[in-house]
């Protein structure tokens, strides 16, 4: 049976109006290099903007926009200490604003540590909670190796606090657990593993907005991982892949880069990728009893990606106000 073409044009419309606007701000150094692989991966679901004091570094970055901060006072030279990562990004803000525009979600990308990142981080997200209320805002850090020195782990722990007070939600990523995971490897591709997480996480929200019901369990949509993201502090988000279900829902439920707990937690959203075949009742009957008995999460919403021509599973995740004894710990002492 043919859809009539008012039909059409009524779902045209509507399907554009409910495109998920999105936009990631990288800042800092390490931010703005995160930026540059997102684009190298070939990310272009959301705007890319690359905030940096150091002009040097910020010509070689690939983004849609970027923006030299802290010209005035720093010349494009680096911004060494907090305050003068968080003063520079003041004085663009608005800059960044506009760029960011009407996106109703801004994931945040930094390295902990320094001045520019760290600082510019935290004086976003304050600008962001003032004037931009009803975006959804999600902070992805790094945190130093603990090798860097007393300085820059001090700046990271109270970078850290301020972020998990000021983001609706903040995943974690400790250098320290991505060089015992692969330490021969070079520093750069190390790095890359941890860009194409985010990548990962970037099209995983995307694709919330465009899935199908999965049969015995709630429909997700942007809406609903916004209600359950909105103040929630830490998260947990991964693709997990795997011959089948059970084996991709195992590995999307890990924290690579860190020991984040999704037992508990507020709730979580995500999605099944794979042909109808290899998704039976068996396997959905799986996650959803991990979900709701194993891990306790009172709130849980999964759709269906379909991927006719894959031959493996793969399952998206996104959990919210998730625990981790690595955060507490790196935390511990210093005043929030």
């Known amino acids: 049976m043919s859809i009539p073409i008012e039909s059409r044009r009524i779902f045209g419309e509507t399907e ?5 606007k999105g936009a990631v701000v990288g800042i800092g150094g390490a931010g703005c290099s995160m930026i540059n692989n997102l684009r190298r991966l070939g990310i272009t679901e959301m705007k890319l903007i690359a905030v940096n004091t150091d002009v040097a570094s910020l010509r070689s970055i690939k983004a849609d926009y ?5 010209e005035s006072f720093l010349g494009g030279r680096s911004a060494r200490t907090i305050e003068n990562g968080r003063r520079a990004m003041e004085e663009v803000a608005d800059r960044v604003a506009a760029a960011i525009g009407d ?9 902990l540590g320094g001045g520019a990142g760290t600082g510019g981080h935290i004086a976003l997200l304050e ?24 300085v820059r782990i001090r700046n990271a722990q109270l970078g850290l606090s301020e972020i998990l007070d000021l983001s609706d939600v903040t995943l974690v990523a400790f250098n320290d657990i991505l060089r015992q995971k692969y330490p021969n490897l070079p520093l750069v591709r190390a790095y890359r593993i941890i860009d194409q997480r985010i990548a990962d996480i970037i099209r995983g929200i995307w694709a919330l907005q465009q899935l199908d019901p999965l049969p015995g369990m709630p429909n997700v949509d942007f809406a609903v991982m916004k209600n359950l993201a909105k103040n929630s502090g830490l998260g947990m988000a991964g693709l997990g892949e795997g011959s089948n279900v059970k084996v991709a829902f195992e590995a999307a439920i890990q924290d690579p880069f860190g020991d984040a707990d999704i037992r508990g937690c507020k709730g979580i959203v995500g999605y099944i990728e794979g042909p109808e075949t290899l998704i ?20 849980s919403y999964f759709g269906l990606k379909p991927g006719m021509e894959m ?8 959990a919210f106000s998730a625990k981790s004894r690595m955060v507490e710990t790196y935390l511990s002492g210093v005043s929030r």
């Open 127 to 150: 600008y962001l909670k003032d004037r931009m209320k009803e975006a959804l805002t999600i902070s992805f850090v790094t945190l130093p190796f603990s090798s860097e020195g007393e």
């Open 280 to 299: 039976s009742t068996e396997s959905i009957t799986y996650v959803q009893e991990s979900l709701t008995r194993n891990l306790r999460i009172p709130e």
């Open 66 to 70: 970027k923006f030299l901060a802290g």
């Open 103 to 111: 996106s109703e979600v801004v994931l945040i990308l930094s390295g």
């Open 16 to 20: 554009e109006i409910a495109r998920l």
């Open 311 to 318: 031959h493996r599973s793969k399952i998206f995740v996104f």
